[in-house]
């Protein structure tokens, strides 16, 4: 049982560890110290819904839905293409650029919420990797061993957003000039413009 929720916890940390729009925006609220907790909690919650559904077997209805993928696509597109272009606004204002309060337009609770869903459910490959990928593969094991693979996942969430919210702490020297803020803004808007371009490119195979 521990041999299959460790296979479950390293396929999704493979799937979840990797440069995109939710990482960058846990990153920059992690470095500004703005409502670490919550958002962090709300991603690996998220996550564990989803994997969830994914093992209780929605994964296949998904896979067999192209047209509600290809919804969910150019929605996600369209909002990565906003938040991208907002990230190159506070990159080229001076006044955003605040060493003191580094914190991408001093979003509130509420706001800071609304984004972070936002990025996680207008995002297709969420869906594709937790509902989808982990669904499918959680069908190789039955009863307890398919909950313990799901469970392994959903762990690997916990795991990595909570290390990347607070973690992003450690970096607070470097991003105390204002320079560093410039350059991680810009990063994210390229990081932003080049998920959404291929989303699109992805309804062209």
Request: aromatic content about 10%.
């Amino acid at each position: 049982m521990l041999a299959v929720a460790t296979n479950g916890f390293v396929l999704g940390a493979t799937l979840i560890i990797a440069i995109g729009a939710q990482n960058a925006f846990i990153l920059r609220q992690g470095l500004a110290r703005r409502h670490v907790f919550i958002l962090c909690l709300i991603c690996a919650l998220s996550d564990a819904l989803l994997i969830a559904a994914g093992v209780a077997g929605l994964g296949t209805l998904i896979a067999g839905n192209p047209g509600l993928i290809m919804a969910v696509t150019i929605g996600g597109a369209a909002f990565l293409f906003v938040y991208a272009v907002l990230a190159l606004r506070r990159a080229i204002r001076p006044s955003a650029l605040v060493a003191a309060a580094p914190d991408g337009g001093a979003l509130s609770l509420r706001a800071a919420i609304a984004t972070c869903l936002a990025f996680t459910f207008l995002n297709p490959h969420v869906y594709l990797d937790t509902v989808v990928l982990l669904g499918s593969l959680s069908g190789r094991y039955g009863g307890a061993s398919r909950a313990a693979f799901g469970g392994g996942a959903m762990a690997a969430s916990f795991v990595w957003f909570f290390t990347l919210g607070y973690g992003a702490r450690l970096l607070a020297p470097f991003f105390a000039r204002p320079g560093a803020w410039r350059v991680l803004d810009l990063l994210i808007a390229l990081i932003m413009a080049a998920l959404a371009v291929g989303l699109l490119a992805s309804l062209y195979p």
